[in-house]
């Protein structure tokens, strides 16, 4: 029979697996709260999707990222037409852990060349089940996705994953995030830009500073108040330096190739 006190430590007991399950399914599901239009994979985006064929004459470049890769890919496809070929993965990377768990299938058996790389958005956003916006953002009650270490830990073992490739790699800056934005916390990306740019140099990897080439602009190139997407100029720009970068290294390799 039990006594009060076995009674009152199984009932501590009982609430403390509870309370870590529900802590432990809040973070699991913060990570997959985003809404599907968040996704950014529509039809209207098909484009971005639609990978060229594999010249075998030409470099292959792959593009890794979120919505804002979606959003310039058509554009760095047409600055590098007859130069490379422009690939990009199948979805929209999302954050750094998700990155993590994908790139055996998004870099496949192709001999890839280039790789320009992102993460960092997602990473940063706050999420909560009862919030109304889109994704269900929110900077104040949300749950963040990645802290700064589990995102510093996710990094390192994308960019030893994709260092595996013998291709050289870019990473790209993530882009600003305005005021008034829903789930993203302005000044937040400087700071995980920050440990993105440490684990880059510590490894050799060159970086792309679309940070600092968006930040110029911002009030013209932004979609609206508050969001962290871009106008369709806006990713023209964008693809202006992102193309401009891949393209200073298919000059290095052109040129070493032909010594």
Same mark, same amino acid.
Request: charged content about 25%; proline content about 3%; hydrophobic content about 35%.
């Given at each position: 029979?039990?006594?009060?006190?076995?009674?009152?430590?199984?009932?501590?007991?009982?609430?403390?697996?509870?309370?870590?399950?529900?802590?432990?399914?809040?973070?699991?599901?913060?990570?997959?709260?985003?809404?599907?239009?968040?996704?950014?994979?529509?039809?209207?985006?098909?484009?971005?999707?639609?990978?060229?064929?594999?010249?075998?004459?030409?470099?292959?470049?792959?593009?890794?990222? $979120?919505?804002?890769?979606?959003?310039? =890919?058509? &554009? @760095?496809?047409?600055?590098?037409? #007859?130069?490379? *070929?422009?690939?990009?993965?199948?979805?929209?990377?999302?954050?750094?852990?998700?990155?993590?768990?994908?790139? $055996?299938?998004?870099?496949?058996?192709? =001999?890839? &060349? @280039?790789?320009?790389?992102?993460? #960092?958005?997602? *990473?940063?956003?706050?999420?909560?089940?009862?919030?109304?916006?889109?994704?269900?953002?929110?900077?104040?009650?949300?749950?963040?996705?990645?802290?700064?270490?589990?995102?510093?830990?996710?990094?390192?073992?994308?960019?030893?994953?994709?260092?595996?490739?013998?291709?050289?790699?870019?990473?790209?800056?993530?882009?600003?995030?305005?005021?008034?934005?829903a789930g993203r916390k302005v000044g937040d990306e400087i700071k995980y830009n920050l440990i993105a740019e440490s684990?880059?140099?510590?490894?050799?990897?060159?970086?792309?500073d679309l940070h600092t080439h968006a930040l110029q602009k911002l009030p013209e190139i932004q979609q609206k108040k508050?969001?962290?997407?871009?106008?369709?100029?806006?990713?023209?720009?964008?693809?202006?330096?992102?193309?401009?970068?891949?393209?200073?290294?298919?000059?290095t390799l052109s040129s070493g190739a032909s010594k």
């Amino acid at each position: 029979m039990r006594t009060e006190r076995d009674l009152m430590h199984w009932l501590i007991r009982k609430t403390l697996c509870g309370v870590l399950l529900l802590a432990t399914t809040v973070v699991a599901s913060g990570q997959e709260l985003a809404s599907k239009d968040e996704l950014y994979t529509g039809k209207e985006f098909s484009k971005a999707f639609a990978n060229p064929k594999d010249d075998p004459d030409r470099p292959n470049v792959l593009l890794i990222g $979120d919505s804002i890769s979606i959003g310039y =890919t058509v &554009d @760095v496809r047409k600055l590098l037409a #007859g130069k490379a *070929d422009v690939f990009r993965i199948p979805s929209n990377g999302k954050y750094a852990a998700y990155g993590t768990e994908n790139l $055996d299938n998004w870099l496949g058996d192709r =001999t890839w &060349d @280039v790789i320009h790389f992102n993460w #960092g958005l997602w *990473d940063i956003c706050y999420r909560n089940p009862e919030s109304k916006t889109q994704g269900h953002r929110d900077k104040v009650k949300g749950t963040l996705t990645a802290s700064p270490d589990q995102y510093r830990q996710s990094l390192q073992q994308a960019v030893d994953r994709l260092k595996q490739t013998d291709a050289t790699l870019i990473w790209c800056a993530t882009t600003p995030v305005p005021e008034h934005e829903a789930g993203r916390k302005v000044g937040d990306e400087i700071k995980y830009n920050l440990i993105a740019e440490s684990i880059m140099r510590m490894n050799g990897i060159r970086i792309n500073d679309l940070h600092t080439h968006a930040l110029q602009k911002l009030p013209e190139i932004q979609q609206k108040k508050g969001d962290v997407h871009f106008t369709a100029a806006g990713y023209a720009y964008l693809a202006e330096k992102v193309a401009r970068e891949i393209n200073l290294v298919l000059s290095t390799l052109s040129s070493g190739a032909s010594k």
